[in-house]
């Protein structure tokens, strides 16, 4: 795992799990998210008819981040689940992480260079 998306995981997303559950069921989400094996999605399903959805996402992410690339297709899920919210919120965590900044060019003042003479 990459240090941005390794920090997205330890750091953002245990932080905000409580907002993130609420707002979004596990079992919704992982209709998205083709990389989850069947076992994968086997054990999310019985994480959450034994402990609810806080535990059964944890077990989502803990599968997730075993795959490459993982914090844009969790991001993709988002967004085809219709929380743009969230995802908008968790992509600029992870640009950020990653040092990309999320201005677009338009918006970053341009210097304009003279000759001395």
Same mark, same amino acid.
Request: aromatic letters at 8%; one cysteine or more; proline letters at 5%.
């Given at each position: 795992? @990459?240090?941005?998306?390794? =920090? ?8 905000? %799990?409580?907002?993130?559950?609420? !707002?979004?069921?596990? /079992? &919704?989400? %992982? ?9 994968? !999605?086997?054990?999310?399903?019985? *994480? !959450?008819?034994?402990? #609810?959805?806080?535990?059964? %996402? ?6 997730? *981040? ?6 844009? =297709?969790?991001?993709?899920? +988002? ?5 743009? /919210? ?10 950020? +992480?990653? #040092?990309?900044? @999320?201005?677009?060019?338009? &918006?970053?003042? /341009?210097?304009? +260079?003279? /000759?001395?003479?």
């Amino acid at each position: 795992m @990459s240090f941005a998306s390794d =920090e997205l995981y330890n750091g953002y997303l245990r932080r905000n %799990m409580p907002s993130i559950v609420t !707002r979004v069921k596990p /079992t &919704q989400i %992982m209709i998205h998210l083709p990389c989850l094996t069947a076992h994968d !999605r086997e054990n999310i399903e019985a *994480k !959450r008819e034994s402990y #609810g959805n806080y535990d059964s %996402m944890v077990v989502l992410l803990d599968c997730l *981040k075993r795959r490459g690339n993982w914090p844009e =297709e969790f991001i993709e899920a +988002l967004e085809a689940c219709e929380h743009p /919210t969230l995802a908008a919120e968790i992509r600029a965590e992870y640009n950020a +992480l990653r #040092g990309i900044n @999320s201005k677009s060019f338009s &918006q970053v003042p /341009t210097v304009v +260079l003279g /000759t001395i003479g």
